[in-house]
């Protein structure tokens, strides 16, 4: 079984800095694409950042500029770096582990971590 595990989330003014890290663990041969989603009350969820096991990128519109996504894929951790951050930026954010390939069972599916608050107060 695989498991993916946020942290760093918490509560920041407006104009600060958080980092989200993710893990993801289990018997994993490989990880195609780890991402960052958000989603806020009474908002469906959205992508935040992706990247890929080449390390391309790709970023939502409203945080281009402001957001840096990274990955380790010896550790298979992604970290999002998240700097001038807005009260708009609040949300749960969800890592998601995309196209994972594992070996015991062997299988290629998509993991969802449970999500970490962040709070940006105005």
């Known amino acids: 079984q695989v498991q993916v595990v946020e942290s760093g989330g918490g509560l920041v003014q407006a104009g600060g800095s958080l980092r989200l890290s993710c893990a993801a663990s289990g018997s994993i041969f490989s990880i195609n694409a780890m991402g960052w989603y958000r989603q806020a009350p009474g908002k469906q969820r959205e992508l935040v950042a992706v990247?890929?096991?080449?390390?391309?990128?790709n970023y939502a519109d409203s945080v281009k500029g402001r957001f840096t996504i990274t990955r380790d894929n010896a550790k298979n951790t992604v970290y999002l770096q998240m700097n001038s951050l807005k009260p708009e930026d609040t949300a749960v954010y969800y890592c998601?582990?995309?196209?994972?390939?594992?070996?015991?069972?062997?299988?290629?599916?998509?993991?969802w971590g449970r999500g970490t608050q962040v709070t940006v107060s105005s």
């Open positions: 990247i890929t096991r080449g390390d391309s990128t």
């Open positions: 998601k582990a995309e196209g994972v390939v594992t070996t015991t069972p062997p299988r290629f599916s998509d993991y």
